[in-house]
């Protein structure tokens, strides 16, 4: 484990970073915290379930409190909804709910590797049916009206490669605006290393812009992924819970957060949750972020182990604030 050092200077241009959506840990307040540290473009939220008819519109004010502000966070980085599914009709009659309450276009999830979601047929177990992935994007495609975007996020395949060259065919002639890939396939889930080299031959074959996803954590390894990819765009995650202010660190702009900043961030997000609606869970999300953190910091591994066996608010915030 070591402690943060300065950054060097990208040497190769830095494209779009958008922060990446995770199931449980990227909600509107962790959204809100780190886009305001600045360097994003966009930022997507944790994915909405599709089943098989259209939701009300308070689940989609519940994943995005943005759609009330205009669908921007505080610091006014636009906001895309995701939405997980595989029933074509379905997805596109709540991407048209999601756009007209003002979700900066519709991202569609074929990349999660959750057990229970691939069990219902979800996410990255749709890599195995290509034809799928195209009937859900071009539904969605047809119902949004230009010039919205339709993203995908997407893996490299179920257990191999097999059919990445038509999972792309298929996703180019639905007609998405952008495809973001996280450099592995389902069942190598976050394994080391992210095969960034995969990404050059996708981007030769797609028609639309293709964003790098994995192991980017500092300025080095996203001028290496940008090298191995041809991707100039980045898509940032778990190395945006472990540092921060990672995009500005990554466009070059700042060095690594110190502890003390990091831990100046960490009382202004248990303010977020202990007056906010989520106050009753927010023991187990400052230990969920800390583990993130104690990858990077020193002080946060001696910070979480303090307050692992911590079952109240109170408690947490008091050791945070010493």
């Given at each position: 484990?070591?402690?943060?050092?300065?950054?060097?200077?990208?040497?190769?241009?830095?494209?779009?970073?958008?922060?990446?959506?995770?199931?449980?840990?990227?909600?509107?307040?962790?959204?809100?915290?780190?886009?305001?540290?600045?360097?994003?473009?966009?930022?997507?939220?944790?994915?909405?379930?599709?089943?098989?008819?259209?939701?009300?519109?308070?689940?989609?004010y519940r994943y995005a409190p943005e759609l009330y502000h205009g669908g921007v966070t505080s610091n006014?980085?636009?906001?895309?909804?995701?939405?997980?599914?595989?029933?074509?009709?379905?997805?596109?009659?709540?991407?048209?709910?999601?756009?007209?309450?003002?979700?900066?276009?519709?991202?569609?999830?074929?990349?999660?590797?959750?057990?229970a979601v691939n069990k219902s047929r979800g996410g990255a177990s749709l890599l195995k049916q290509p034809e799928l992935i195209y009937q859900v994007i071009h539904a969605v495609r047809q119902a949004v009206p230009q010039p919205h975007v339709v993203s995908a996020k997407m893996r490299l395949g179920w257990d191999d490669t097999s059919l990445l060259d038509e999972t792309i065919d298929a996703i180019n002639q639905a007609g998405a605006s952008s495809l973001v890939v996280h450099a592995r396939t389902k069942v190598q889930g976050y394994k080391p290393p992210a095969h960034w080299h995969e990404l050059k031959a996708i981007r030769q074959r797609a028609a639309m812009p293709v964003i790098a996803n994995g192991d980017i954590v500092d300025a080095d390894s996203a001028q290496r992924c940008i090298a191995a990819?041809?991707?100039?765009?980045?898509?940032?995650?778990?190395?945006?819970?472990?540092?921060?202010?990672?995009?500005?660190?990554?466009?070059?702009?700042?060095?690594?957060?110190?502890?003390?900043?990091?831990?100046?961030?960490?009382?202004?997000?248990?303010?977020?949750?202990?007056?906010?609606?989520?106050?009753?869970?927010?023991?187990?999300?400052?230990?969920?972020?800390?583990?993130?953190?104690?990858?990077?910091?020193?002080?946060?591994?001696?910070?979480?182990?303090?307050?692992?066996r911590l079952k109240r608010s109170d408690e947490i915030v008091a050791i945070l604030c010493r």
């Open positions: 484990m070591s402690q943060p050092t300065s950054s060097p200077q990208p040497t190769a241009k830095v494209g779009q970073l958008i922060l990446a959506p995770m199931e449980g840990v990227m909600d509107h307040l962790m959204r809100d915290l780190l886009t305001a540290l600045g360097g994003y473009d966009l930022c997507v939220t944790e994915f909405i379930r599709i089943v098989d008819r259209g939701l009300p519109e308070r689940v989609f006014g980085t636009p906001v895309r909804i995701q939405l997980l599914g595989q029933e074509p009709a379905a997805m596109a009659e709540n991407a048209v709910t999601a756009i007209e309450l003002g979700s900066a276009g519709i991202d569609l999830n074929f990349g999660c590797p959750a057990k990819s041809g991707c100039q765009h980045l898509m940032l995650g778990r190395g945006a819970l472990a540092l921060p202010n990672l995009a500005q660190v990554v466009r070059g702009s700042e060095k690594a957060m110190t502890w003390s900043q990091v831990q100046a961030l960490l009382v202004r997000y248990s303010h977020y949750e202990v007056e906010g609606d989520k106050g009753l869970y927010y023991p187990n999300r400052i230990k969920q972020w800390l583990s993130y953190l104690r990858q990077r910091y020193q002080q946060g591994d001696e910070l979480f182990k303090s307050i692992r």
